[in-house]
């Protein structure tokens, strides 16, 4: 939905700190921003906190919405301006996300390397403005930065859990929100599994912040994944059935490998069903000294590998009621209407 004009005088408040003001200047708690104010600027742009004096052409021709709103005419000569600049009141963006536009059109090149030095914070402000203002260009790339945090891609996404270590449960969550938002749908299911391996003793605030149809969706997938990844811990207590078609239903001759296996249960802690690792119980074994047969131990490693894809597979649909494939098509009908 595109922005409201509001004239700054309009937050003023009879009898307010009474200041004396300069002519032309208006009545405002926001400051001129130390960075983003171009003394040839032909626009400011009004936060709470801050004032952008920038160049509309520079926002129209990234941003068709900014565009459209900028043509509008206002026949009115109330209109607040800052030494003959026109002033727009950035209307339900907080001055974080308008920030972050401005310094991605102005200062930052576009392309994935930089937005790689940003935050989660930081990406989560660039996608909801940009989706905001129709920014396609950047759109675009900041969804191309989130898919390769958040891959569709089970092997990927085992390289990319390198970064989520260090994002608070807060932040993800907040992401969570402004991805259901803004649709950026391929990420949505590694980022709702993501929110999932927090303890919920640490998320729940988060989890309550949720709209509530993205709660419901989150509370009901979390409650998948525990106990599709309790029934795969407990498939390794089970006897190991190896042997090809004539040998249906044989089990190890050893039985020493079923109890080396199901000790190792005791020391290896558990983990929700994506970050058990295809060796599951055997990584960091010396197979030559564990006593567990070879047999054994390729018949273990095939089932977790087969669960992980077969549960994969119906992560999606868990968590948004769509398959990988739905999201795919939804997603490229979205970015290009
Ligand atoms: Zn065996």
Redesign the pocket.
């Known amino acids: 939905m595109p922005p409201k004009r509001r004239r700054l005088n309009e937050r003023r408040k009879a009898g307010d700190e009474g200041e004396e003001q300069l002519e032309g200047t208006p009545t405002t708690q926001s400051r001129p921003h130390d960075e983003l104010w171009f003394s040839d600027g032909s626009i400011v742009l009004a936060t709470d906190v801050h004032l952008y004096r920038v160049h509309k052409s520079m926002l129209a021709k990234y941003s068709k919405v900014l565009r459209d709103l900028f043509e509008i005419p206002t026949g009115d000569a109330e209109m607040e301006s800052w030494e003959g600049v026109p002033i727009v009141r950035m209307v339900g963006d907080s001055d974080g996300e308008v920030y972050m536009l401005l310094k991605a059109l102005y200062g930052v090149n576009l392309q994935v390397p930089a937005l790689h030095v940003l935050t989660l914070s930081e990406v989560t402000s660039l996608l909801s403005i940009s989706s905001k203002y129709d920014c396609k260009v950047m759109r675009a790339d900041v969804i191309q930065r989130l898919e390769s945090i958040f891959p569709n891609n089970l092997e990927k996404m085992w390289a990319a859990k390198l970064l989520w270590e260090s994002f608070l449960p807060s932040h993800a969550f907040e992401l969570l929100a402004v991805a259901h938002r803004c649709e950026a749908l391929l990420i949505l299911p590694t980022l709702f599994y993501l929110c999932a391996r927090f303890p919920l003793e640490k998320s729940i605030g988060a989890v309550q912040a949720l709209p509530q149809d993205v709660q419901k969706n989150f509370l009901l997938g979390r409650d998948w994944l525990l106990e599709c990844s309790h029934r795969l811990r407990g498939r390794f207590l089970q006897s190991?059935k190896?042997g090809g078609l004539n040998h249906v239903n044989q089990i190890?001759?050893?039985p020493?490998?079923?109890e080396k296996i199901r000790a190792q249960l005791s020391v290896k802690p558990f983990a929700l069903i994506f970050d058990v690792p295809d060796r599951g119980v055997l990584v960091g074994l010396d197979m030559n000294q564990s006593e567990?047969?070879?047999?054994?131990?390729k018949?273990h490693v095939n089932t977790i590998r087969n669960l992980k894809k077969l549960h994969w597979d119906e992560l999606p649909v868990k968590f948004t009621s769509n398959s990988w494939e739905e999201l795919r098509k939804k997603a490229i009908s979205t970015a290009t209407p």
């Open positions: 190991t190896i190890c001759r050893s020493e490998c079923l567990i047969c070879g047999d054994c131990a018949k």
